[in-house]
């Protein structure tokens, strides 16, 4: 098994899953783990997040139905994932990157050292930080985005829930991002990629609301209407429901300034602001 870039120590070595499996070495190279059952350990002990993972574990993981020696191939990959993520280790040496530990591995990579783990550690940051310190934190934790996470392992039951929750949170991500823009004075900012997110997302009643609010505090008030009118055709016709309670109050402010154009600015309507931020984050469910 060969590896590219220069030698790699455990605490430098790096691991993405925001898209498809990779690993690099500390200057930023890429570390060849093998082939795809090998890429597949290294992703199921990550999914783990260092706890063991018994082999037994693995084989059914791995397989629907194992085929003969299952267990001594999981060894086999193991054991050629160790060289190429410690090529310096001395024989015998334990690893102290990927563990043994009584009938199962242990994957130990630093804290920061994966892109899903660091991803989420960010946007909990911002969520403590001012609109316009938030804002570039998530843009820059959204970059790290390569795609689905797991994206080689689409099926892999093992992978399911973990997939799940991180598209959860990186389209939480995106609304946080847009809602600090918005905060921050700079909605036109967020108009095209939000535009962008209900097209792809229809269901998600928070990025119709941000969208209008987006549109409604860049003077745009037609274009607001437009969306929120958009919007209740969509939950309409694909869930069958009308829009929540956030959605139509917008919609009764949005005519409302239609009718009494020198009641409120739309640029400027600190009511309509204050109603679509309480309104989003209400809907947003508090992270453990």
Same mark, same amino acid.
């Given at each position: 098994?060969?590896?590219?870039?220069?030698?790699?120590?455990?605490?430098?070595?790096?691991?993405?899953?925001?898209?498809?499996?990779?690993?690099?070495?500390?200057?930023?190279?890429?570390?060849?783990?093998?082939?795809?059952?090998?890429?597949?350990?290294?992703?199921?002990?990550?999914?783990?997040?260092?706890?063991?993972? +018994?082999?037994?574990?693995?084989?059914?993981?791995?397989?629907?139905?194992?085929?003969?020696?299952?267990?001594?191939?999981?060894?086999?990959?193991?054991?050629?994932?160790?060289?190429?993520?410690?090529?310096?280790?001395?024989?015998?040496?334990?690893?102290?990157?990927?563990?043994?530990?009584?009938?199962?591995?242990?994957?130990?990579?630093?804290?920061?050292?994966?892109?899903?783990?660091?991803?989420?550690?960010?946007?909990?940051?911002?969520?403590?930080?001012?609109?316009?310190?938030?804002?570039?934190?998530?843009?820059?934790?959204?970059?790290?985005?390569?795609?689905?996470?797991?994206?080689?392992?689409?099926?892999?039951?093992?992978?399911?829930?973990?997939?799940?929750?991180?598209?959860?949170?990186?389209?939480?991500?995106?609304?946080?991002?847009?809602?600090?823009?918005?905060?921050?004075?700079?909605?036109?900012?967020?108009?095209?990629?939000?535009?962008?997110?209900?097209?792809?997302?229809?269901?998600?009643?928070?990025?119709?609301?941000?969208?209008?609010?987006?549109?409604?505090?860049?003077?745009?008030?037609?274009?607001?209407?437009?969306?929120?009118?958009?919007?209740?055709?969509?939950?309409?016709?694909?869930?069958?429901?009308?829009?929540?309670?956030?959605?139509?109050?917008?919609?009764?402010?949005?005519?409302?300034?239609?009718?009494? +154009?020198?009641?409120?600015?739309?640029?400027?309507?600190?009511?309509?602001?204050?109603?679509?931020?309480?309104?989003?984050?209400?809907?947003?469910?508090?992270?453990?």
């Amino acid at each position: 098994m060969t590896t590219t870039g220069s030698p790699v120590s455990g605490a430098a070595v790096g691991f993405g899953v925001l898209g498809p499996v990779e690993c690099r070495d500390g200057a930023g190279l890429p570390v060849r783990l093998g082939g795809p059952r090998h890429r597949e350990v290294v992703a199921r002990l990550l999914v783990a997040r260092r706890r063991v993972v +018994p082999v037994d574990r693995l084989v059914a993981d791995l397989w629907e139905e194992p085929p003969p020696g299952a267990t001594g191939a999981v060894r086999t990959f193991v054991a050629e994932v160790r060289r190429a993520l410690e090529p310096g280790r001395r024989p015998r040496t334990p690893s102290r990157l990927l563990a043994t530990e009584g009938l199962g591995y242990v994957l130990r990579p630093a804290p920061g050292a994966v892109d899903a783990w660091h991803f989420e550690a960010e946007v909990a940051r911002a969520a403590g930080l001012a609109p316009a310190d938030a804002a570039p934190v998530l843009d820059a934790a959204l970059a790290t985005c390569r795609g689905p996470a797991y994206a080689d392992f689409p099926g892999a039951r093992w992978a399911h829930a973990e997939r799940a929750r991180l598209a959860e949170l990186r389209l939480h991500a995106v609304e946080r991002r847009a809602d600090a823009l918005i905060r921050s004075g700079a909605p036109r900012e967020a108009v095209w990629d939000l535009d962008a997110h209900v097209a792809e997302h229809p269901w998600r009643e928070d990025g119709w609301h941000l969208l209008a609010t987006a549109l409604l505090r860049s003077g745009r008030q037609g274009d607001a209407l437009g969306v929120l009118r958009r919007a209740r055709r969509v939950l309409a016709d694909q869930l069958g429901a009308d829009p929540g309670p956030g959605l139509a109050r917008l919609e009764r402010e949005v005519l409302r300034q239609a009718d009494h +154009p020198d009641e409120a600015a739309p640029a400027t309507g600190d009511e309509v602001w204050s109603s679509a931020a309480a309104a989003y984050e209400g809907s947003v469910p508090a992270r453990s």
